[in-house]
């Protein structure tokens, strides 16, 4: 193990970056997420690395997806409204089925909203954000620590799948400092970028998908003479309009994740053995709900929780099953209501949801979920 | 004839470029709306129909006398 | 016959390409494969990337690996194709409303910062993958589905705009002059840096149908009377210029380019292997 060291979110996301073997980056300064890229601007070109500063959030994302088909892998970072920006191209990534990890370090919203005060309202946007068709795989920290784990894992995740990944973090995990101490690089696994089986000669086709529903995409340069394009494509890559090539594009894209869902739905249970309540918390937030939940135990109350790091896909299985345990959930988030309406359709009316929204810039006190929980237990809202 | 003229019909959509640049009237759009050779003792092997041709339909060569 | 050598950097089974009968980009086409036949560029080591509209479907007929990116973004996937790998040599296909346009931005920045990139813009003057709405280079008054009593809006000299932005190398020649716009190209190919050739092309379809230019040939008669060679236009007085337009190599200068100025960053930073 390496010494512990005092690192902030968004570095311990840039190292997880570099661990997992990125070695290009570009990007737009928007906070609360500029650290990503000042720290990949320090540190990329002692890697042999590239770092780019583009002119807008679009271009930053097309200059990763280019670097990406030329051969490396990638990560953009961004917040809000850039977010927004760059949902063309992430629409793209997912359609061209190229591997690639967009930072989201939340604020509020909508708008240029509350530039330096955490949120959790992208939540949808995440999973929504682009046009069409696709499925989403979006990852949400809640410690320094898994800021690190979970840029690993996206990275991973997006070779494997040969899909965008979102890293959903929040000002309050960007912003943290805390005490960690990171594994040893060669602890890390790191999925390598898919290579063709056969040749040109042998009948390659770069979107003919292996066993696993996936791809083996050819970088550039590599003789293959490949297409690629955003138009739906058969599995030669070229565009067609079939009915029947558009259907299996679009299935394809989905069932390549979907087929693995629980292997990727990563999640933490706390207290649950005896629980008749739950709280259900991801990110920032996760943290106050953990404190909130011991007060509460201390004060005699049955309650436990389910802490979600997979936020996309949605974790229908635990949710279902804690439902089925449980009297009641509360899902504290900072927004207006956003992954409570999963949770509720998870839960299918086996248990009571109680949302406890927040969004005036501040973060929840363990207090205030305390009183939330004791309310729950007390069925003071039924 | 100076000239062999190739024509790749399929490729050919009939838009006249060619025609209309020959300097000596070698070509005519057929009924099927496709380019063919009407006077082909005319053609001087100039190529301005393969210059120009935006399809790459028609290929002049200059034949060889043996 | 003789197959043509070109004929190798065409995917044969793509083609006949989607183009309008008498359309001007299949010719600009052919004049980029001649330039790398010419410059011999490694035909696995050629990335061709384009943008979105009728200009950019030309890298699904181009025989190289081959990127047909989203509206305007061109630029920047070829950026980040070449600063990832520099040894490939990254051609940019875009059209006047994709590379001026939605992808203007762009445009200007890798102008800016002259990426080793040779950008060749279809210039159609109108928008023709939809029907023939107006562009920002839709010569003024001309008319457009978007502009039915025609344009109003002033429109860019795109050659001008990439000189002012730090291009390294721009020239203009048309679909009429074959010869002469395969050779700016091959020339821009020889310039270490982002080098912009504007290649104007007849749209008979859509801008010319409207605009009373007649068909094909006519629209390519306009620009064999019109398109007037740079030593030429600089002689020529200022009234005599009305109605008419340069071609020819119109800037040419040295600077660092972008991914060899990189390069020097990594040394700095003890990165090179």
């Given at each position: 193990m390496s010494e512990a060291r005092l690192i902030q979110g968004n570095e311990a996301c840039a190292q997880g970056a570099l661990a997992a073997g990125v070695r290009f980056f570009g990007g737009y300064p928007i906070t609360p997420s500029t650290e990503i890229a000042e720290t990949m601007a320090q540190k990329l070109p002692g890697l042999g690395g590239k770092f780019i500063q583009m002119e807008d959030e679009i271009a930053s994302m097309g200059v990763v997806l280019g670097a990406v088909l030329a051969g490396q892998k990638a990560l953009t970072a961004t917040s809000g409204p850039g977010f927004s920006l760059k949902q063309e191209l992430i629409g793209f990534a997912a359609c061209a089925e190229i591997p690639i990890v967009i930072v989201n370090v939340q604020r509020v919203g909508p708008s240029t909203g509350q530039p330096t005060s955490p949120a959790q309202g992208d939540v949808m946007q995440a999973r929504w954000g682009t046009h069409g068709d696709h499925p989403m795989i979006a990852l949400s920290p809640w410690t320094v620590r898994e800021a690190y784990d979970a840029t690993i894992l996206a990275v991973n995740y997006s070779e494997r799948f040969r899909t965008p990944v979102i890293l959903l973090m929040d000002e309050i995990v960007g912003h943290l400092r805390e005490k960690v101490v990171l594994p040893e690089l060669k602890d890390i696994e790191i999925y390598p970028r898919r290579v063709p089986k056969i040749t040109r000669a042998e009948g390659y086709e770069p979107y003919r998908p292996d066993e696993d529903m996936v791809p083996?995409?050819?970088?550039?340069?590599?003789?293959?003479?490949?297409?690629?394009?955003?138009?739906?494509?058969?599995?030669?890559?070229?565009p067609s309009g079939s009915p029947k090539v558009t259907e299996d594009a679009i299935r394809r894209m989905h069932e390549k994740i979907m087929h693995v869902q629980d292997e990727i739905t990563h999640f933490e249970e706390f207290f649950m053995e005896d629980a008749q309540y739950a709280v259900v918390a991801y990110g920032g937030t996760a943290r106050t709900a953990y404190e909130a939940v011991r007060t509460a135990r201390e004060h005699g109350l049955k309650v436990g929780m389910v802490r979600l790091m997979t936020i996309w896909p949605f974790a229908d299985k635990i949710i279902k099953k804690t439902?089925?345990?449980?009297?009641?959930i509360l899902v504290p988030e900072l927004n207006y209501g956003q992954l409570v309406g999963e949770v509720e359709r998870a839960a299918g009316g086996s248990a009571r949801v109680k949302l406890l929204a927040k969004y005036n810039t501040e973060i929840f006190t363990p207090q205030e979920l305390v009183e939330a929980i004791e309310n729950l237990c007390a069925g003071v809202d039924e | 004839m100076k000239s062999e003229i190739t024509i790749k019909s399929v490729r050919c959509k009939g838009c006249g470029i060619c025609v209309a640049f020959c300097p000596k009237k070698v070509l005519g759009i057929n009924l099927l709306g496709k380019v063919q050779v009407v006077d082909s003792e005319a053609c001087i092997a100039c190529g301005q129909c393969e210059l120009r041709c935006p399809d790459y339909a028609i290929f002049v060569d200059k034949k060889v006398e043996l | 016959m003789l197959e043509r050598s070109y004929e190798k950097y065409f995917r044969q089974n793509r083609l006949p390409h989607l183009w309008c009968p008498g359309c001007g980009n299949g010719t600009a086409m052919k004049s980029i494969v001649q330039a790398i036949e010419t410059k011999n560029l490694d035909q696995d080591k050629t990335i061709i990337v384009s943008g979105i509209g009728c200009s950019s479907r030309a890298s699904g007929y181009m025989n190289f690996d081959t990127l047909h990116t989203a509206h305007g973004r061109a630029i920047p996937f070829a950026t980040g194709i070449k600063l990832a790998n520099p040894e490939l040599n990254v051609v940019v296909?875009?059209?006047?409303?994709?590379?001026?346009?939605?992808?203007?931005?762009?445009?200007?920045?890798?102008?800016?910062?002259?990426?080793?990139?040779?950008?060749?813009?279809?210039?159609?003057?109108?928008?023709?993958?939809?029907?023939?709405?107006?562009?920002?280079?839709?010569?003024?008054?001309?008319?457009?589905?978007?502009?039915?009593?025609?344009?109003?809006?002033?429109?860019?000299?795109?050659?001008?705009?990439?000189?002012?932005a730090g291009a390294t190398y721009v020239a203009r020649s048309t679909a009429f002059h074959v010869k002469h716009l395969s050779d700016m190209i091959a020339a821009g190919f020889d310039n270490k840096g982002f080098s912009f050739i504007e290649a104007v092309v007849q749209c008979p379809t859509a801008f010319g149908r409207k605009n009373k230019m007649g068909d094909a040939p006519d629209m390519m008669k306009w620009m064999r009377d019109t398109a007037v060679m740079k030593a030429a236009w600089d002689k020529l007085p200022e009234d005599k210029r009305e109605g008419k337009f340069p071609i020819g190599l119109f800037y040419q200068a040295d600077f660092l380019e972008y991914t060899t100025a990189y390069q020097e960053v990594i040394d700095v930073a003890g990165g090179a292997k």
């Amino acid at each position: 193990m390496s010494e512990a060291r005092l690192i902030q979110g968004n570095e311990a996301c840039a190292q997880g970056a570099l661990a997992a073997g990125v070695r290009f980056f570009g990007g737009y300064p928007i906070t609360p997420s500029t650290e990503i890229a000042e720290t990949m601007a320090q540190k990329l070109p002692g890697l042999g690395g590239k770092f780019i500063q583009m002119e807008d959030e679009i271009a930053s994302m097309g200059v990763v997806l280019g670097a990406v088909l030329a051969g490396q892998k990638a990560l953009t970072a961004t917040s809000g409204p850039g977010f927004s920006l760059k949902q063309e191209l992430i629409g793209f990534a997912a359609c061209a089925e190229i591997p690639i990890v967009i930072v989201n370090v939340q604020r509020v919203g909508p708008s240029t909203g509350q530039p330096t005060s955490p949120a959790q309202g992208d939540v949808m946007q995440a999973r929504w954000g682009t046009h069409g068709d696709h499925p989403m795989i979006a990852l949400s920290p809640w410690t320094v620590r898994e800021a690190y784990d979970a840029t690993i894992l996206a990275v991973n995740y997006s070779e494997r799948f040969r899909t965008p990944v979102i890293l959903l973090m929040d000002e309050i995990v960007g912003h943290l400092r805390e005490k960690v101490v990171l594994p040893e690089l060669k602890d890390i696994e790191i999925y390598p970028r898919r290579v063709p089986k056969i040749t040109r000669a042998e009948g390659y086709e770069p979107y003919r998908p292996d066993e696993d529903m996936v791809p083996n995409v050819a970088d550039f340069g590599q003789g293959y003479h490949i297409h690629v394009t955003g138009l739906i494509h058969d599995e030669t890559g070229f565009p067609s309009g079939s009915p029947k090539v558009t259907e299996d594009a679009i299935r394809r894209m989905h069932e390549k994740i979907m087929h693995v869902q629980d292997e990727i739905t990563h999640f933490e249970e706390f207290f649950m053995e005896d629980a008749q309540y739950a709280v259900v918390a991801y990110g920032g937030t996760a943290r106050t709900a953990y404190e909130a939940v011991r007060t509460a135990r201390e004060h005699g109350l049955k309650v436990g929780m389910v802490r979600l790091m997979t936020i996309w896909p949605f974790a229908d299985k635990i949710i279902k099953k804690t439902a089925k345990q449980v009297k009641a959930i509360l899902v504290p988030e900072l927004n207006y209501g956003q992954l409570v309406g999963e949770v509720e359709r998870a839960a299918g009316g086996s248990a009571r949801v109680k949302l406890l929204a927040k969004y005036n810039t501040e973060i929840f006190t363990p207090q205030e979920l305390v009183e939330a929980i004791e309310n729950l237990c007390a069925g003071v809202d039924e | 004839m100076k000239s062999e003229i190739t024509i790749k019909s399929v490729r050919c959509k009939g838009c006249g470029i060619c025609v209309a640049f020959c300097p000596k009237k070698v070509l005519g759009i057929n009924l099927l709306g496709k380019v063919q050779v009407v006077d082909s003792e005319a053609c001087i092997a100039c190529g301005q129909c393969e210059l120009r041709c935006p399809d790459y339909a028609i290929f002049v060569d200059k034949k060889v006398e043996l | 016959m003789l197959e043509r050598s070109y004929e190798k950097y065409f995917r044969q089974n793509r083609l006949p390409h989607l183009w309008c009968p008498g359309c001007g980009n299949g010719t600009a086409m052919k004049s980029i494969v001649q330039a790398i036949e010419t410059k011999n560029l490694d035909q696995d080591k050629t990335i061709i990337v384009s943008g979105i509209g009728c200009s950019s479907r030309a890298s699904g007929y181009m025989n190289f690996d081959t990127l047909h990116t989203a509206h305007g973004r061109a630029i920047p996937f070829a950026t980040g194709i070449k600063l990832a790998n520099p040894e490939l040599n990254v051609v940019v296909i875009t059209g006047d409303g994709d590379c001026t346009a939605i992808g203007g931005n762009h445009f200007i920045h890798g102008a800016r910062r002259n990426v080793d990139l040779t950008v060749i813009m279809f210039n159609n003057h109108i928008y023709g993958m939809t029907g023939g709405q107006a562009s920002p280079m839709t010569p003024l008054h001309k008319k457009a589905t978007t502009a039915p009593y025609g344009t109003v809006d002033r429109p860019f000299d795109a050659c001008h705009l990439a000189e002012a932005a730090g291009a390294t190398y721009v020239a203009r020649s048309t679909a009429f002059h074959v010869k002469h716009l395969s050779d700016m190209i091959a020339a821009g190919f020889d310039n270490k840096g982002f080098s912009f050739i504007e290649a104007v092309v007849q749209c008979p379809t859509a801008f010319g149908r409207k605009n009373k230019m007649g068909d094909a040939p006519d629209m390519m008669k306009w620009m064999r009377d019109t398109a007037v060679m740079k030593a030429a236009w600089d002689k020529l007085p200022e009234d005599k210029r009305e109605g008419k337009f340069p071609i020819g190599l119109f800037y040419q200068a040295d600077f660092l380019e972008y991914t060899t100025a990189y390069q020097e960053v990594i040394d700095v930073a003890g990165g090179a292997k």
